[in-house]
C-alpha cells in the first residue's frame, strides 16, 4: 500500500481512486438495501420534518433543489431531469434483486397511471444491478412504462447532497416539486395508499 501511495497519481490511478468513491459509497448503501433504513438527512439545519412511518417533508420554501440527474435509461437513450421541470416527479431508487422493490412495484406502477393526466412523472433510478438484463426483465414482469436510470455504481445517488432528503437507503422514493425542489422522502417500501400520501400534498400545491 505504502508504495501505491508513492506512486504518481496518473490517469490510471485517479480513476481507481473514483472507483473506491464510489464502491464506498454503494457499500454504504449496502447496508440499508431493502431494509427499513435511516429516518435522518445528515447534520445541520436540515428543516424537514419526519413523520413515524418514516416520511420527511419539508415546508415550500425551504426546499433544497433536487441535483442535476443525467445519464442513459435500460435502452441506451438518454434521460435528464431538467426535462420535466414543471411537472411533479416521483423518483424511485430500486434494484431487480430487492424484494421489497418487487412488493412495491406494482403500485408504483398504478399510482403512476392514476397521476400521469395530473402532471405527474415517475422516474426509476436502477441501481446496484451489474447489466440491464435483469432490470429490463423487472421491467417487463410488472408493466413498468416509466423510464429507470441505469445507475449500477450508484454515481447518481451521490449527486444528492448531504443533510437534504437524500437516498440512503433501497428503496427508497423522492418527490421533487414543480419547480425542481426536494418536497419529500421515504425510505421504506410503499403501498399504493403510503405512495399517494407521499405525492398527492405536493400535486395539490399550487
Not at 464510489?22 to 420534518?49: D, E, K, M, P, Q
Not at 420527511?56 to 420554501?61: E, F, P
Not at 412495484?105 to 397511471?113: L, M, S, T, Y
Request: charged share 25%; with cysteine.
Amino acid at each position: 500500500m505504502s508504495a501505491a501511495c508513492r506512486a504518481p497519481r496518473n490517469s490510471a490511478t485517479t480513476r481507481r481512486a473514483a472507483q473506491l468513491t464510489v464502491g464506498a459509497a454503494i457499500l454504504a448503501l449496502a447496508l440499508t438495501a431493502c431494509g427499513s433504513g435511516g429516518t435522518s438527512g445528515g447534520g445541520g439545519n436540515t428543516n424537514f420534518v419526519t413523520s413515524s412511518a418514516g416520511v420527511a417533508t419539508v415546508k415550500k420554501g425551504e426546499r433544497h433543489n433536487a441535483p442535476d440527474l443525467t445519464g442513459e435509461d435500460l435502452e441506451g437513450k438518454r434521460i435528464d431531469l431538467a426535462d420535466y421541470k414543471g411537472k411533479v416527479v416521483v423518483l424511485n431508487v430500486w434494484g431487480s434483486w430487492c424484494p421489497p422493490c418487487r412488493a412495491e412495484a406494482p403500485n408504483f406502477v398504478k399510482v403512476a397511471k392514476a397521476t400521469e393526466d395530473k402532471g405527474v412523472q415517475f422516474i426509476g433510478i436502477n441501481t446496484r444491478d451489474t447489466s440491464t438484463s435483469p432490470a429490463k426483465e423487472f421491467e417487463k414482469s410488472f408493466k413498468v412504462t416509466y423510464p429507470s436510470f441505469y445507475d449500477p455504481t450508484g454515481k447518481l445517488l451521490l449527486k444528492f447532497e448531504k443533510g437534504t432528503l437524500n437516498p440512503q437507503a433501497i428503496p427508497s422514493t423522492i418527490v421533487v416539486d414543480r419547480d425542481g425542489k426536494i418536497a419529500a422522502r421515504s425510505l421504506k417500501p410503499l403501498s399504493e395508499s403510503s405512495l399517494r400520501e407521499l405525492v398527492d400534498p405536493v400535486v395539490a400545491e399550487k
